[in-house]
């Protein structure tokens, strides 16, 4: 009997090892199998992190352009000389540059707030020929020119000459119109003094050509025939053909004919 006991007793142990192995053996396998996807999402995240950091590379690459770039187009509309400014399609202010304040006294902020401050500040005479402009400029495909005067904010009259044209996104569609103005009141004023100067010299010219041509004069009496065949006097024709003014007197020959015998 303990012979056959042993001998079951043995038989149980066996086959309990040889299910701990197997369970062992499985133990294994699915550790095997975690290790071998740990390592597979190891690697795969070594290619993602490489990626990542490309494209955050890359990212901060055209970060960096296009920061550069704005920097560049700030550079240039920025500190333009000139009122440079952006009207979009439906008549809204895009941009104003600084120099705004430069020429009217109004701030950049002001005439984003109102794209129709140009015209609020606009000479009283020209306020019709901006705003006929304006219209116009919204239709037209060309570029176009005006000359107008504004009243600045310290009230001074200053001359302004306005240039703008349409401007296109690269498909095509229509973005507003860009357009410069620029201070151009001393050339006005110099304009206006050469023209006052012309003037005076055509003027100062037709009183000199008025003596500079053929005067018919009276071999005795002296007197000069006029356009509409008088005589008169020399003087009186000189003076009234000139600015010349005339006094009487007696020269040393005369005077010795008319008092020889006294």
Aim: charged share 40%; glycine share 4%.
């Amino acid at each position: 009997m303990n012979d056959k006991a042993s001998h079951k007793e043995l038989e149980r142990r066996v086959k309990e090892l040889e299910e701990e192995t197997v369970r062992r053996k499985r133990t294994e396998e699915e550790l095997r199998e975690s290790s071998r996807r740990l390592q597979l999402a190891y690697d795969q995240s070594i290619v993602y992190a490489q990626h990542l950091n490309e494209e955050i590379g890359e990212r901060k690459l055209m970060e960096e352009a296009l920061q550069e770039s704005e920097e560049r187009f700030r550079t240039v509309a920025d500190f333009a000389y000139d009122w440079e400014y952006w009207i979009g399609p439906e008549g809204e202010s895009v941009y104003v540059s600084p120099s705004c304040e430069r020429i009217t006294g109004y701030r950049q902020d002001e005439f984003q707030k109102n794209p129709r401050l140009i015209e609020d500040i606009s000479h009283a005479d020209d306020r019709k020929l901006i705003a006929d402009h304006l219209r116009l400029e919204m239709e037209s495909k060309e570029a176009l020119s005006l000359d107008f005067r504004v009243i600045t904010r310290s009230g001074e009259e200053r001359w302004v000459a306005h240039v703008c044209q349409p401007v296109y996104g690269t498909d095509g569609r229509l973005l507003g119109r860009r357009a410069t103005n620029r201070d151009i009141t001393k050339r006005k004023r110099a304009e206006e003094e050469l023209e006052k100067l012309v003037r005076e010299l055509q003027d100062a010219l037709a009183k000199v050509r008025t003596l500079s041509g053929l005067l018919p004069i009276c071999a005795s009496c002296k007197k000069i025939r006029d356009d509409q065949g008088y005589w008169t006097q020399l003087e009186a024709y000189i003076r009234d053909h000139s600015e010349a003014e005339f006094s009487h007197s007696i020269c040393p020959e005369c005077r010795k004919k008319m008092y020889a015998d006294s």
